[in-house]
């Protein structure tokens, strides 16, 4: 059964480090979306992704965010410059045309930021 | 804006017992409604969804009914399982062009041999 795959599995970086987390969506789906899940509190959404631009963006999402889709299979997401409140679980997700499909995450890579 | 909330944990019952989550969603308009399930270290794993009212999402034993007049999606099942050990998210879909998930909190759920 084709899975949404991410990589690294946990990320230790350094305060004001650029960061880049890396997805690879399920190959037919067109959707893409990033959420975050700081520890011991809910998944929040940060931004979705459709032909090649953001759809929607939380106010999480500030200018130190960013996304692209640099090729036909990776979707990933940056964040320029690290802060102790950036670490958390990243998940990516993705879903096929038509509305109502639900959306398929991928395991969640752990941001540490010391 | 659209919002979720879901009882607070942990929940500790022992094997066998009888489950209820509570669920109830703010939204406008008709959202599509998810329980994902996490289990320790790992991602999150879509366990049921429903689309429109009174439907009933169902797998491995558990099912939630989409009450429109409570704004509710309760997860239930009937004899938990050491297994069912995870916490458990109840969302909702907006259903927009991109169809955003909203999380509720999450609820821990320990079972007891």
């Known amino acids: 059964e084709p899975e949404v795959t991410q990589t690294p599995s946990h990320q230790v970086t350094q305060m004001g480090q650029e960061v880049i987390l890396r997805c690879v969506p399920i190959?037919?789906?067109?959707?893409f979306y990033w959420y975050r899940q700081i520890l011991g509190q809910k998944v929040e959404f940060l931004v979705s992704?459709?032909?090649?631009?953001?759809?929607?963006k939380s106010e999480i999402f500030d200018d130190q965010f960013s996304v692209e889709r640099p090729d036909g299979s990776n979707f990933t997401l940056k964040i320029r410059s690290t802060k102790l409140e950036d670490s958390a679980m990243y998940f990516c997700?993705?879903?096929?045309?038509?509305?109502?499909?639900?959306?398929?995450f991928g395991p969640g890579t752990r941001l540490t930021v010391t | 804006g659209n919002s979720v909330t879901q009882m607070e944990g942990p929940v500790t019952l022992s094997e066998e017992a009888f489950l209820t989550i509570n669920c109830t969603y703010t939204a406008t308009g008709y959202p599509s409604l998810f329980w994902y399930v996490q289990y320790p270290g790992e991602g999150l794993q879509l366990l049921l969804k429903a689309t429109k009212a009174d439907d009933k999402g169902s797998n491995k034993g558990f099912e939630a009914t989409y009450r429109k007049e409570t704004t509710s999606f309760h997860l239930e099942k009937g004899s938990v399982q050491v297994s069912d050990s995870a916490v458990y998210f109840c969302a909702l879909s907006d259903r927009g062009r991109d169809d955003k998930i909203i999380f509720g909190k999450g609820t821990r759920l320990h079972i007891l041999p």
């Open positions: 997700a993705s879903r096929p045309p038509g509305q109502g499909n639900e959306q398929y």
């Open positions: 190959s037919n789906h067109l959707y």
């Open positions: 992704f459709y032909n090649n631009e953001i759809s929607e």
